[in-house]
């Protein structure tokens, strides 16, 4: 039995977000705009902004690809986008009438010149229409091959210039930001050749979540936790990722990728460098960032012989998720029948600094899982004498942070049972966005980065170094596991991973969290 001692924000007040800033003038170019992302994410996202009144009238959006659409097309599309992927129904909204008039597109080749100077054409009048001021955001979401070409046509068009000087041009770039070390370096020396990185704006929208940004004010707002955050104190920690989806319509993709480099390497490593950095001076982008790096820098590097005692594999078979049943991995669309892709990872990693020697951080991802949860567990070392008839039986205290579903943190603790006899129990302490903070709506991630972007702040987005110091550390591995291919266990899907997931912890003593 868990006794729920909930929290409350103080009594009877409505919270209301402190006043945001909203964003300046600024004409946004989508490059990859008939696409799935900006269909799903970044249109809804946009949208929500505007109807907030981040996003003032100042403002227009210029898709960019290869379909021959029209603006009407476009905006059809982005309409039917928003009524799927927001909660807002839109059918004959007046905001909608207003948003739909800033929504404009154009078609042509990533790598042909003239494009570009269509598209100067067509930012131009933009300006002229929308008093956009000259301001520029360029965002990438198209595959990840086409990075460098645009990044290259934008630099000898001049589009990467102010056209004067008080605008801004930036360039906000989509996952995977290379695929190992090598490609990371050339993907950030082309990038830097055309634009300064203080103008760069890399993706990984993990840091737009609202549950991954609250561990930093739970971290730096809270002077009670600072004392016991470290190895004297902690015994472990567990990060979690899973989800039910599988691969869906992304099989060419994942085939290429796997688990490992699609969300350990990038989304996970943020997590995990967000719980393990140390204060950084001020809360501004470098000295955040700053902290961050070193974090990475720290993570003991795994030798690739080694990858068999800290690495373990896994890929799903068929199965059933949510009552129905789910085809094995090999079956999925665009992926070879005799694929070793893994779609699981567990790993144990050590960091090396002051703060954490000798605490190992578990990180766990997998796709058709059980359940979807994400998950930052701290596991504190037990009290030091047991006074209490079945107290070695409690389980230790845990600060689990949940990132998603179900957002909130909670503390385990023991306490005793009422009644004539010192019998104790595990209870959690909760907090739940949900009910805690009832009348505020939670943003999407991107509507939060599109947002900071479109500001300049850059705290929430990874810097050049960052991401070439995460590939670094993940190199070794990959070369490790290229030496052992098939050392990929399977599981079916609707499991949590295969057996060898639980003999991986438990010989250090240890147990994954039950979800
Ligand atoms: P899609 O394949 O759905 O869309 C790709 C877009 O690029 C389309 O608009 C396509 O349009 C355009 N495109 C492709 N090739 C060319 C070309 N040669 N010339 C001009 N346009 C081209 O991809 P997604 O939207 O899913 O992903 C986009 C980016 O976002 C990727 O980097 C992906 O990794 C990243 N991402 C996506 C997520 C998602 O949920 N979808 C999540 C996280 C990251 P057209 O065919 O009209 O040319
Ligand atoms: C993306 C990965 O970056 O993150 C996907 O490419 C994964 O494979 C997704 O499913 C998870 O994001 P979220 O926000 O659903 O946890």
């Known amino acids: 039995m868990a006794l729920d001692v909930s929290v409350s924000t103080r009594d009877g007040e409505i919270i209301q977000p402190a006043q945001q800033r909203p964003a300046p003038p600024c004409a946004i170019v989508i490059f990859g705009a008939s696409g799935d992302l900006t269909h799903r994410k970044l249109i809804p996202a946009l949208f929500d902004l505007f109807q907030a009144g981040l996003v003032t009238k100042h403002f227009a959006v210029l898709g960019f690809a290869r379909s021959p659409l029209s603006n009407d097309d476009f905006r059809r599309t982005a309409r039917d986008g928003i009524s799927h992927y927001t909660a807002d129904a839109v059918a004959s909204d007046k905001s909608w009438e207003e948003f739909s008039k800033c929504l404009h597109y154009i078609s042509g080749q990533f790598n042909e010149p003239a494009s570009y100077q269509l598209l100067r054409e067509r930012l131009e009048k933009i300006d002229a229409g929308h008093g956009t001021q000259c301001n520029r955001l360029f965002y990438l979401a198209t595959p990840p091959e086409l990075f460098e070409v645009i990044t290259g046509q934008l630099g000898a068009a001049g589009l990467n210039q102010r056209p004067d000087e008080h605008a801004f041009v930036r360039l906000v770039i989509e996952k995977p930001f290379g695929v190992d070390l090598e490609t990371a370096r050339h993907l950030n020396g082309s990038v830097q050749h055309a634009f300064k990185e203080s103008q760069v704006f890399r993706i990984d929208h993990y840091l737009g979540k609202e549950t991954v940004q ?3 004010a739970f971290r730096l707002a809270n002077g009670i936790f600072e004392p016991i955050w470290n190895r004297n104190f902690i015994d472990h920690v567990q990060l979690t990722v899973a989800e039910t989806v599988g691969v869906e319509r992304r099989g060419g993709y994942y085939e290429q990728i796997g688990a490992f480099r699609d969300v350990v390497e990038n989304h996970m490593l943020q997590l995990l460098s967000i719980v393990a950095m140390e204060p950084p001076v001020v809360f501004e982008a470098e000295p955040v960032r ?13 030798p690739p012989e080694q990858t068999g005692e800290f690495t373990l594999r896994g890929q799903y078979t068929s199965g059933s998720v949510d009552g129905r049943p789910v085809s094995s991995y090999r079956g999925e669309e665009k992926v070879a029948p005799d694929s070793w892709t893994e779609t699981f990872v567990v790993m144990r990693l050590q960091i090396d600094n002051w703060r954490w020697a000798g605490t190992p951080f578990y990180l766990r991802h997998g796709k058709r899982m059980p359940k979807r949860a ?15 008839p079945g107290e070695e039986r409690l389980e230790p205290n845990v600060l689990a942070m949940r990132i998603q579903p179900d957002e909130g943190i909670s503390l385990r603790f023991g306490a005793k049972v009422p009644g004539p006899t010192m019998q104790l129990q595990e209870v959690d302490m909760n907090f739940m966005y949900g009910s805690s903070f009832r009348d505020v709506e939670q943003s999407d991630a991107y509507e939060r980065l599109l947002l900071d972007a479109m500001l300049g702040d850059r705290t929430l987005f990874t810097r050049a170094d960052e991401v070439e110091q995460a590939w670094a550390w993940a190199q070794d591995i990959q070369a490790g596991w290229s030496d052992r291919p098939n050392n990929v266990h399977f ?3 609707g499991t949590w991973g295969p057996g060898w997931a639980d003999a991986f912890i438990e010989r250090d003593g240890r147990q994954w969290r039950k979800m």
Not at 290 to 302: M, P, Q
Not at 374 to 388: G, L, N, S, V
């Open 214 to 216: 609250n561990i930093l």
């Open 290 to 302: 700053d902290e961050k790096l070193k974090v990475l820098k720290a993570l003991r590097r795994i």
């Open 374 to 388: 994400t998950e930052i567990a701290i596991q504190f070392k037990r009290a030091p004498q047991m006074f209490f």
């Open 491 to 493: 599981y079916p899907a």
